[in-house]
């Protein structure tokens, strides 16, 4: 497993950029990036399951590990989805066990918000992370950057 980092500065507000990561309406327009229409189940609470799926019934299973709103998420992957089932014992369930997945909002100069994504990849998803990573940044700044 090897951990990716990508870095993207935002003119808007930690708060507003918090609100495009987590809002039952943003979060699937920049995941989209990733799978199209992909949805997150969870209360956003720290402690919490959180079940990041596919409309075809895959996805992750993870829980947030610790929660400083505007500032901080980190989520820790348990397992997998296949079928809408949680799966905790398979080959790629336990390589995906344990690793994490950091999100860190950075207030800078101007009003402007630094969001860093620290995430653990398996070898397998890589290439398609380094791939779809800084167009989901792009997306969140896009959507960040909107006018009220």
Same mark, same amino acid.
């Given at each position: 497993m090897e951990q990716q980092k990508f870095t993207k500065v935002i @003119?808007? =507000?930690?708060?507003?950029?918090?609100?495009? %990561?987590?809002?039952?309406?943003?979060? +699937?327009?920049? !995941?989209?990036?990733?799978?199209? #229409?992909?949805?997150?189940? !969870?209360?956003?609470? &720290?402690?919490?399951?959180? %079940?990041?799926?596919? +409309?075809?019934?895959? #996805?992750?299973? =993870? /829980?947030? $590990?610790?929660?400083? +709103?505007? &500032?901080?998420?980190?989520?820790?992957?348990?397992?997998? *989805?296949? @079928?809408? *089932?949680?799966?905790?014992? =398979?080959?790629?369930?336990?390589?995906?066990?344990?690793?994490?997945?950091?999100?860190?909002?950075? =207030?800078?100069? @101007?009003? /402007? !918000?630094?969001?860093?994504? $620290?995430?653990?990849?398996?070898? &397998?998803? /890589?290439?398609?992370?380094?791939? !779809?990573? +800084? /167009?989901?940044?792009?997306?969140?700044?896009?959507?960040?950057?909107?006018? @009220?």
């Open positions: @003119n808007a =507000s930690p708060e507003k950029v918090w609100k495009v %990561l987590w809002d039952d309406e943003t979060y +699937p327009q920049w !995941t989209a990036i990733f799978s199209k #229409g992909s949805y997150a189940k !969870t209360d956003w609470k &720290e402690g919490s399951k959180v %079940l990041f799926l596919t +409309p075809d019934g895959r #996805g992750m299973v =993870s /829980k947030i $590990k610790k929660k400083m +709103p505007n &500032e901080y998420m980190l989520f820790e992957h348990l397992g997998i *989805i296949e @079928n809408e *089932i949680e799966n905790h014992e =398979s080959n790629e369930a336990k390589e995906w066990a344990g690793a994490t997945e950091a999100y860190m909002l950075e =207030s800078v100069k @101007n009003n /402007k !918000t630094q969001l860093t994504v $620290k995430m653990d990849v398996v070898e &397998e998803y /890589k290439d398609f992370f380094l791939n !779809t990573w +800084p /167009k989901a940044m792009s997306k969140i700044k896009d959507l960040a950057e909107k006018k @009220n």
